[in-house]
């Protein structure tokens, strides 16, 4: 079958060369619009069940919220792991389903059971489901503050919340917009209890009266001739005085309003959770996360875009700061260095093949096996939708000088062929010594591909987590050195049959003069050792031990350490320490980290968030500062 495959290469030449051509430009156009991401998908089917009820602390939390809801979610059809977490005032429930589940399928069979679960949980609690995200969905943090200081937190809530939130969870990709800081600001009536016995008016006849205040009530039709206009009467609230004006106790004379027993004024639409920071003074800060299969880097230009143009419609005491955090930089500088690391080992490769082949046409025809195997790699992703990513990368970083030994093996024994053939009296055609040069390296050639093949196939059976992760390095590896494979049995024996001109001086000799001088080489060291064979046996073993010691006494850990430009600073505090107090540590810990050199930004969210599932010490608020450093210049903070 392979003489077959290099037969009718040689024999549709220019067909062969023609349709190596496209893969290498199709591979290139698809490797650019591939999505890019920092590590392979990772996410496994979890679907998240958020409780909020603001007035219960975490033991009444779980005990009447997250308890009732783990005991229904645990029959969940295909579920292999419910886990909770109860903080205050909120619940959360993550129901893990098998990899490769369909995430909207789980869904809605956690919808479906919530419904037997509604019935055991209090009033203020009601379930919902989390919007579906990455793992590694949180890809931004933009900031709020005021320039002067004279807008008060609140109002950049108001801001945050009413016109940039609606406008980034525009933007196709984006799943879920987190806001922390400040407080959702509401019309409240703030009672008094004296007012209220003085006259006569019962706390719930306030409350009946403010709901009916601000209710819009359908009139019916008005048949008028052959026109009915619907009629409906208006009752929703635009402003404070209208609150104030709302009738309590109907009377002729002097009714009681909500204004004669409380005091109508905005105030914050719930109880406190969090508070947020930036750059050492209050403000607001957005957490957006993105979707499933969403290209980070794509989406967080389109964020960026958006907020330059909101940005001209705010307030010129509002400053928008969207470089507090960006998973976009991380995947840049990641993806940049591999390319380095993949454009040195090329480089290194042309050097090497240079210097040991010493002919430019040779050189040529091994070094086409390195991009066009790289081409089809990115066709094989593109089938099969990968990103590209560090891991993918790294594989075709470590496999780059691996691409062309199959083409190296090809092109030396052809030329070596075509150099005996021109000395013979009647030389044979040289397409034919073409042919059955490459046939006689085809074994070594199968063999060699498959045994470094072999030696990635345990990735392939790695599972859970640490199979998404590294299963893309073998992925990338395997694929790119079976396409050189591919190409040492079409692309090269055309290329060694057309370059060669008719009637050109092959090279002489059988080996380059650096070949020469290290086959010399290689024999003495060879010689040597065999004459002192004991002291060689000894130190190899000794350098073995030595190694086994050394890897013994290594620690380990899942990942090295990732530099996202990036400082990430937790402050704990004892467990009775109220927000407040929190608050206050925080702003101190922010300006302190503003002095240190090479700081840009500093971004703090203490305590939580309203619907954000960053999960907190139950009883103790932290602060959470992130530095963004100038990684280019200095080191973070």
């Given amino acids: 079958m392979i003489n077959a495959i290099i037969e009718f290469s040689l024999r549709n030449r220019l067909f062969v060369v023609a349709a190596s051509l496209a893969v290498a430009c199709c591979g290139t156009y698809l490797a650019v619009r591939m999505p890019v991401d920092v590590l392979p998908d990772l996410n496994r089917p979890v679907v998240v069940v958020m409780a909020e009820a603001h007035a219960l602390v975490p033991e009444d939390i779980e005990r009447r919220v997250t308890l009732p809801l783990e005991q229904v979610l645990n029959g969940a059809t295909g579920a292999t792991r419910v886990r909770s977490a109860s903080g205050m005032g909120l619940s959360l429930v993550f129901v893990e389903f098998e990899w490769g589940a369909d995430i909207y399928r789980c869904r809605q069979i956690v919808q479906e059971k919530l419904q037997l679960a509604r019935a055991k949980l209090p009033p203020e609690a009601e379930p919902v489901l989390a919007p579906i995200s990455s793992i590694m969905g949180n890809i931004q943090l933009i900031g709020l503050k005021s320039r002067s200081g004279a807008t008060h937190p609140d109002e950049i809530r ?58 819009n ?45 409380a005091r109508v004024d905005f105030g914050p639409a719930a109880i406190r959770t969090g508070e947020a920071g930036v750059d050492g003074d209050p403000g607001i800060i957005l957490a957006v996360f993105k979707q499933l299969d969403t290209d980070t880097v794509e989406l967080t230009g389109l964020i960026n875009e958006e907020l330059g143009a909101l940005a001209a419609g705010l307030p010129e005491d509002i400053v928008v700061i969207d470089g507090l955090f960006q998973q976009a930089d991380f995947i840049h500088r990641a993806v940049d260095n591999v390319l380095d690391a993949v454009r040195d080992g090329s480089l290194l490769v042309i050097l090497v093949l240079f210097l040991f082949l010493m002919n430019v046409r040779t050189t040529f025809i091994t070094l086409t096996a390195l991009p066009l195997s790289i081409a089809v790699t990115a066709l094989v992703f593109a089938a099969f939708r990968l990103s590209i990513n560090t891991m993918t990368l790294g594989g075709i970083a470590v496999a780059s000088g691996a691409l062309v030994d199959d083409a190296i093996v090809g092109v030396e024994n052809v030329f070596r062929r075509l150099r005996e053939n021109a000395r013979r009296e009647r030389p044979d055609a040289p397409l034919s010594v073409v042919l059955r040069a490459s046939s006689e390296v085809r074994g070594p050639i199968l063999i060699g591909t498959l045994v470094v093949i072999a030696v990635y196939l345990p990735l392939f059976y790695l599972s859970g987590l640490e199979g998404r992760l590294f299963t893309p390095i073998g992925a990338a590896y395997v694929t790119s050195v079976l396409a050189s494979l591919l190409v040492s049995l079409t692309l090269t024996p055309v290329l060694c049959a057309l370059l060669p001109a008719p009637g050109r001086r092959l090279p002489r000799g059988e080996h380059t003069w650096l070949v020469r001088r290290l086959r010399e080489a290689a024999g003495r060291l060879i010689r040597a050792s065999q004459a002192h064979a004991p002291a060689v046996l000894g130190l190899v073993a000794s350098a073995t031990l030595a190694a086994l010691v050394v890897l013994a006494r290594q620690g380990t850990q899942f990942l090295p350490p990732f530099n996202e430009g990036t400082a ?24 302190l980290l503003m002095q240190v050199d090479g700081v840009q930004h500093v971004g703090r969210r203490t305590g939580r968030a309203e619907g954000s599932t960053r999960r907190r010490s ?20």
């Fill in 158 to 215: 108001a801001l945050a919340d009413y016109r940039v939130k609606p406008r980034l969870m525009s933007i196709p990709g984006v799943a879920q917009v987190v806001t922390a800081g400040g407080a959702p600001r509401e019309l409240q009536a703030i009672v008094d209890a004296d007012k209220l016995r003085a006259h006569d008016v019962t706390l719930a006849e306030v409350a009946d009266a403010v709901r009916a205040a601000n209710l």
């Fill in 568 to 591: 990430q600073i937790n402050l704990f505090l004892p467990p009775e320490t109220g927000l407040e107090a929190s608050d206050r540590f925080g702003q101190r810990l922010e300006r």
């Fill in 217 to 261: 009530v359908a009139g019916g039709f008005l048949n008028a001739g052959h026109k009915a206009p619907a009629i409906t009467v208006t009752g929703f609230i635009a402003s404070r005085d209208e609150l104030a004006q709302a009738v309590v106790r109907p009377d002729p004379i002097r009714p009681v309003r909500v204004s004669d027993v």
């Fill in 618 to 637: 139950a009883r103790a608020p932290r602060s959470s500062p992130r530095c963004a450093s100038d990684w280019r210049t200095s080191s973070q903070a």
